[in-house]
Structure formats: C-alpha cells, structure tokens
C-alpha cells in the first residue's frame, strides 16, 4: 500500500505561533484528507486536497501531487488546536477509496 | 446532518467474550468504513462497503471479525472470541462519492474496545 509520512512527529508552541504539518507519500493519489483528531478521539475533517490549494480561517493547506507531499498551516494557534493531525490518502490506482493514514503530528499549543 | 454515530462509545469485556459495534452512517451515504486505531498509531482499514456489498476487506480482518451492513444503511462489527490485542478504537466512517475519484470520509465517534 501507499506510504504516508508526517512530520514532525511532536510540536509544541506557544498561543499565537504559526506552525507547518508536513505529509510525503510515496505515490500518485486520488484522495488526500486532513484531519484533527481531538482528544475524546474524534477525528474532525480540515480538508478534501488531493491538489492545489485551500484556505478555511486560521488553517491553509497545499497538496502538490507531482512532487507528493501536503503541507497544513496553522497561524495563530490557540489552544484548542491542541490534538493530532492526520494526513490521509487513496491510493490513485484504487477507486475504492480506502484511506492510508500517516502516524499523526500530535500538536500541543500552551496558553 | 447528524453524522456519523457508534455505540456503544466504550465497551470493557473479558477475554473470550464476544463483542458487537454498531455504526449508524450519515443518511444517504451509500459508502461505509471500518477502521482500527490502536495508540500513537493512525487509523488502518479494516473494510468497506457500497450499499449492502463488502467489497474489500484487509488483511488486519482475521476470521474472528465479521461485518454487516444488511440493508445498506447502519452496520455492525462482531468480534468473536475477543483477545488482548484487539484492544483499539474502533471507528467508522461514511461517505456519498460524486464520481469514481471525489471520496470525502466523515467519522464518527469510534467504539473504545478494551479487553481485560
């Protein structure tokens, strides 16, 4: 199956930092989802960004296909983005839409 | 839009004993996943179905785990027979495809499994 890579494993900032998630996978994809995973494990969608870019608030995404990878920006943290994010992916030679999750980037923001 | 809903939310059972999840999609979602999150691990599939058909399932299914989804709409999960290992989150998500490509997954809440 299709390898999802995060980085950095653990970020802690400050209330008010910006901060960069990182998603490499290792091949072309149909599908590549954001999400928040709160801490009662709910996971939250962020973004639908299999390609290009979008914007929603505080947070921003980019995925660029042909160079394989995801960034999600968040500017001014607040606390309760505290959690961790997943970057899910569909292997693109696959339509039956199974997600390939990376490990996670578990986020802690401080007051 | 009440999304995806799972009961129980918890469950503690005994080694040995079967277990049984039950996950209700958002409404008119014709696609429905199971997947298995154990800790500091991302989600990994389990499978999925299109309506009442499953039409994948991954190697992680052992034959103590079935799947249903009867009338295609809410489905459950059985595990039989329940060991250490099988201690995870369970979760299930659904979703209403546009075409063959466009698949945005909806979660819900997840089933906490813990065997003792």
């Known amino acids: 199956g299709i390898q999802v890579e995060q980085s950095p494993p653990d970020l802690i900032l400050q209330e008010g930092a910006n901060s960069t998630l990182r998603c490499n996978f290792s091949?072309?994809?149909?599908?590549l989802q954001w999400f928040h995973q709160n801490p009662w494990g709910q996971l939250i969608n962020l973004f639908y960004?299999?390609?290009g870019t979008k914007q929603n608030g505080r947070l921003s995404a980019t995925t660029v296909a042909t160079e394989r990878y995801s960034l999600l920006y968040i500017s001014s943290s607040q606390t309760t983005d505290s959690g961790v994010y997943f970057c899910?992916?569909?292997?693109?030679?696959?339509?039956?839409?199974?997600?390939?999750f990376g490990r996670g980037t578990q986020l802690t923001v401080w007051p | 839009d009440t999304g995806v809903s799972q009961n129980p939310r918890h469950k503690i059972t005994k080694r040995g004993q079967n277990v049984t999840f039950r996950c209700d999609p958002i409404?008119?979602?014709?696609?429905l996943y199971w997947y298995r999150q154990t800790l500091g691990q991302g989600p990994e599939f389990l499978t999925y179905f299109q309506n009442e058909a499953q039409l994948e399932k991954s190697r992680l299914l052992s034959d103590r785990f079935s799947a249903e989804r009867p009338k295609g709409s809410f489905s459950t999960l059985e595990i039989q027979r329940t060991e250490q290992g099988d201690s995870a989150m369970y979760l299930c998500a659904s979703s209403f495809p546009p075409d063959q490509i466009t698949d945005t997954q909806y979660f819900g809440p997840g089933t906490r499994l813990t065997v003792l």
């Open positions: 899910a992916l569909a292997d693109r030679g696959s339509t039956l839409g199974r997600l390939y």
């Open positions: 091949d072309s994809v149909n599908n």
């Open positions: 960004i299999p390609s």
């Open positions: 409404s008119e979602h014709n696609r």
